[in-house]
């Protein structure tokens, strides 16, 4: 994996990322919780968080009403972090922004995609003939209208709208899926490739 958060750009970018994803927010700072299935992959941002606040990230160990158990990493806070959640929560209230979106690295976007993204493949009298990439945003359609702006102007990949319930998320077919899975290849985790994997036996061509 190619991963390197030595300058505050990278830095940026990797938290912003996690900010999109699977973290929650707690007073100034956050915390990532993520089931003992995904362990390695904590194990990885804990690696990360630890390159970029310099001190010691904890993991702690819990269990949902379910009965599944659950860890949970919170780095210590740093200026950086604070920084950062001011501008995702103003008035402690989520809001993405473009200005936001833009401090996002190609790092930053596949830990947001490791954590929110699916894929799915479409089969046609029992035969797979497609390929849907999603990533579940579970947000206005104004602001996933300007996820999408981003990420034509940015990176040159082609987003389309997904209602689901009473938001929307975001959806590719099979070539643009190709085209976005194949860049993120080089910064997903070994645990996480089988989201970025665009064949299942039969190869999608549509």
Do not use: C
């Not at 579940?136 to 102007?153: A, G, M």
């Not at 899975?181 to 089988?194: A, E, G, Q, V």
């Amino acid at each position: 994996m190619d991963y390197n958060v030595s300058s505050k750009i990278e830095q940026r970018g990797v938290l912003a990322g996690m900010l999109l994803g699977a973290a929650r927010i707690r007073e100034n700072n956050f915390f990532i919780p993520h089931s003992k299935s995904q362990e390695d992959y904590l194990f990885f941002k804990q690696h990360l968080l630890e390159q970029i606040t310099l001190k010691p990230v904890n993991i702690s160990q819990g269990k949902t009403k379910t009965g599944e158990v659950l860890f949970r990493i919170e780095p210590k806070l740093i200026p950086l972090t604070r920084v950062l959640i001011k501008k995702l929560y103003p008035g402690k209230i989520r809001r993405i922004t473009r200005s936001f979106l833009n401090l996002l690295t190609p790092q930053g976007i596949a830990i947001w995609f490791m954590d929110k993204g699916s894929k799915s493949f479409k089969k046609e009298n029992g035969e797979i003939h497609a390929l849907e990439v999603t990533l579940n945003t579970y947000l206005s359609k104004s602001e996933n209208e300007l996820i999408v702006t981003y990420f034509t102007d940015l990176w040159g990949f082609r987003w389309g709208l997904s209602k689901a319930k009473a938001s929307y998320r975001l959806r590719m077919g099979t070539k643009e899926g190709k085209k976005f899975l194949n860049f993120l290849r080089p910064y997903i985790h070994p645990s996480m490739l089988y989201k970025v994997q665009t064949s299942y036996n039969i190869t999608a061509t549509t």
